[in-house]
């Protein structure tokens, strides 16, 4: 694993809030969302920004809406392409951008106001080693409300070997990356679409990048990634998939990481069965069990005749007591 140091230039009497940003948002088919996310990008205290929007062959009015606040805003940019994903959309925005400090967010989620400007603080203090500063997430609902908190333990520094176990970045709107970062690792993998396996686009990426440099870690809650039933990350197949694929790469390239891989494989596998019954998705449980013994017959087993049959009855339970609990109280509001 070769170990890069980052080409952020040496700055001397140049203030923080001076140095540009540019923020990457790929959109496709997100009228519903995208002008609450440009919003939450606008009110940065960070102001210095470039917002290049990447519209990625939208049917509906998401266009529209972007170049309404593009005519109030010059620092807002439409860029139109044919759809080619999410991985292709990032990649035209980066490219086009005209920072060395890169910021993504997805159409449809939403930022603190001090995102960029603490991220980018943290990552000048860390030059040259650190390449990507990232945040702690919140999910939220289709009304902003606060579903689930991500309270892991924090993880920087060389984070490779944690990568391949989970990624616990956890979205593609968390992270702001140097642009030789970005060059290292070749960008967002489209083949991952290319192959109906889209969905593990981000942490590739994460992984590839951490093949190279450190990471960093502002340990606050600055990111809402919206979960919706529409989501790439519904499609429980398609992303178990589309991780298995991440690992073959990286096993191709680190023979070495046999037992690391092994260990994301049964984490992933675990995830996956637990969502799948959590979201009552039973019609998948034996497609995804299929595919998980063609990597592990052990793991499958172990999913099959242990995480299952313990998570159905979790649910069995909570099922129960939800249908006579009293209501729950109103979720709170995101930031």
Known sequence: MTRHVSNIETIVDMNPGEILISVVIPAYNAERWIARTLESVQAQTHSNLEIL?????????????????AACDPRIRLIRQPNGGVARARNTGWRQAKSDYIAFVDADDL??????????????????????????????????????RWDG??????????????NFIGNGSAAL?????????????????????????????YCRVAEHYAFGMVDDYQIGYRQLPDNMSSNLPCMLRSWLMVLDEIRDRHPEKKKQIHGGIARYSRWIVRRAIHHRRFSTLPRLIAMIARQSPRIAATMLFNV???????????????????????????R
């Open 153 to 166: 333990p924090p993880h920087d520094g060389w984070v490779f070997d944690t990568l391949l176990s989970y």
């Open 308 to 334: 299952a049959p313990v998570t159905l009855y979790e649910q069995f339970i909570k099922w129960r007591f939800v249908k006579h609990a009293p209501p729950a109280p109103r979720q709170r509001q995101w």
């Open 111 to 148: 930022w603190t106001p001090d995102k960029t400007e603490r991220q980018l603080a943290l990552l000048l203090a860390s030059a040259p080693e650190v390449a990507l500063i990232y945040s702690r997430y919140v999910m939220i609902d289709a009304d902003d409300r606060v579903s689930y």
């Open 53 to 69: 929007v990447v519209d990625d062959g939208s049917r509906d009015n998401s266009a529209a809406i972007v170049e309404q606040f």
């Open 177 to 205: 990356v140097t642009r030789a970062a970005l060059e290292v690792a070749d960008g967002f993998d489209p083949a991952l679409r290319d192959n109906n396996a889209q969905g593990c686009e981000d942490i590739l990426f």
